[in-house]
């Protein structure tokens, strides 16, 4: 009799597992995806803002191009979504500034502001829908997460840095990403390419 009850127990769960999206239970906010229209680049740009808002990182990784996925791959995906984590649903004071058409009718620029700065994504069109290519060439990635914290009302890591450099903070030179996690792809240095060159 036990076997039989636990034998039915186990196809009610395997049968609501099998309907239920266990993703969703990961995330505190889980994003409608039918409802955003990514046929124009500003549609798009309100589907990364709204699952950047709602933490539902699949709403993001879905506003990626197919070669930015495969390049990233889900699990470090995942990881700077962990590591960005308290930095990502400031992205909704952001708004779209300006579309420029590329070279290619399927490739455009679009920048996004906050208060006078503006940042720069290239988004390629891939069957009807305008995705976001990452890293984009407008800027390194450490670029990102410097306007991230920006927009989200922290100290810039060059300030940061400025106090390390005067014994407030943590010791010069360290790789460090925003939450203190050392994150393969999403680390970020001290000291910018230009500054490490020379420039």
């Not at 309907?19 to 990961?26: A, I, L, M, Y």
């Not at 290619?104 to 976001?132: A, H, T």
Request: hydrophobic share 35%; with cysteine.
């Amino acid at each position: 009799m036990k076997v039989r009850r636990l034998f039915f127990v186990g196809l009610v769960v395997s049968a609501l597992l099998g309907t239920v999206d266990c993703r969703s239970f990961h995330h505190a906010g889980v994003v409608d995806l039918r409802k955003h229209d990514l046929s124009t680049p500003e549609g798009t740009y309100e589907l990364f803002r709204a699952g950047c808002e709602a933490d539902d990182p699949d709403a993001v990784w879905a506003c990626l191009t197919v070669s930015s996925r495969g390049r990233i791959g889900y699990g470090r995906f995942l990881d700077g979504w962990t590591v960005l984590g308290r930095l990502l649903p400031h992205v909704s004071r952001t708004r779209v500034i300006e579309v420029t058409p590329g070279r290619l009718p399927s490739l455009c620029r679009m920048d996004v502001g906050y208060r006078g700065r503006k940042f720069g994504f290239l988004l390629v069109q891939e069957e009807g829908n305008w995705l976001i290519h990452y890293p984009s060439p407008y800027h390194e990635p450490e670029e990102l997460v410097e306007f991230l914290r920006e927009v989200a009302g922290k100290k810039t890591l060059r300030e940061e840095r400025g106090e390390w450099q005067n014994g407030e903070g943590a010791e010069g030179g360290a790789r460090i990403s925003p939450r203190g996690k050392e994150v393969p792809g999403f680390v970020v240095p001290l000291k910018t390419r230009a500054e490490e060159n020379g420039r």
